[in-house]
């Protein structure tokens, strides 16, 4: 870093203070944010829309994990746009799954399940498995919002499975935690020990996963928002 500012390389500097704050965004968004407002105002320095719609989307990131859903919604829209107007297909993905997240948080069901399925309908097109495995994970959260837990289990196994697969272990504890509300959900309706018991094993198994790897569980990922 030290050697980039001496440099004077703005670009250069943006993409390595990016890469710091990307990096750390999820286990201390607190430490992400200062790293990610440089990245953006170096980005904007060189005018480079692809760089200023990555910063912008993953600062919206950092205003979700604050609780500020509108700050979140307007930083990842403003990244969207750039990314629309160049075509950047898997990017303009990314940007839709976040705004799904955003929608999830405000409670707006109908929203986040279009903007998953629009991300999913490219992430496939793409061939990204792991977010495929992200877009699924959301129209799970989605369908449990809804009522219809047989869709949500059925979405949530196969993010499991994708996340497994490609060796993704962040984001498994999320899809424990989904299938754990399931489970609570059953087990409220069917007032059976079974799957209460079932939710307590998994939710159990995600907070083992979520220490071990010293994460913290974004809004859009804890019980309450399904």
Request: net charge negative.
């Amino acid at each position: 870093m030290a050697a980039l500012r001496e440099l004077e390389d703005p670009w250069g500097l943006a993409w390595a203070l990016f890469t710091l704050g990307d990096a750390v965004l999820t286990r201390d968004p607190a430490e992400a944010r200062p790293l990610l407002e440089e990245s953006l105002a170096r980005y904007r320095e060189t005018g480079d829309r692809w760089g200023i719609a990555l910063a912008l989307t993953s600062l919206g990131r950092v205003a979700l994990y604050e609780g500020n859903s509108s700050a979140a919604r307007g930083l990842i829209e403003e990244g969207l746009a750039l990314r629309r107007a160049t075509g950047q297909q898997w990017f303009i993905a990314i940007s839709l799954a976040s705004l799904g997240d955003v929608a999830r948080c405000e409670g707006n069901a109908d929203e986040a399940k279009t903007l998953y399925q629009e991300s999913l309908d490219l992430f496939q097109r793409v061939g990204v498995k792991l977010d495929i495995a992200w877009s699924l994970y959301g129209l799970g959260c989605v369908a449990k919002m809804q009522g219809d837990l047989a869709l949500a289990q059925t979405l949530f196994e196969r993010s499991l499975a994708l996340e497994r697969e490609v060796g993704n272990s962040t984001h498994i504890p999320r899809c424990l935690i989904g299938l754990a509300g399931v489970a609570v959900d059953r087990a409220t309706k069917q007032r059976e020990r079974g799957p209460a018991l079932h939710a307590a094993r998994l939710l159990g198994a995600a907070e083992a996963s979520l220490v071990a790897q010293g994460l913290v569980l974004a809004p859009p990922d804890s019980m309450e928002h399904r």
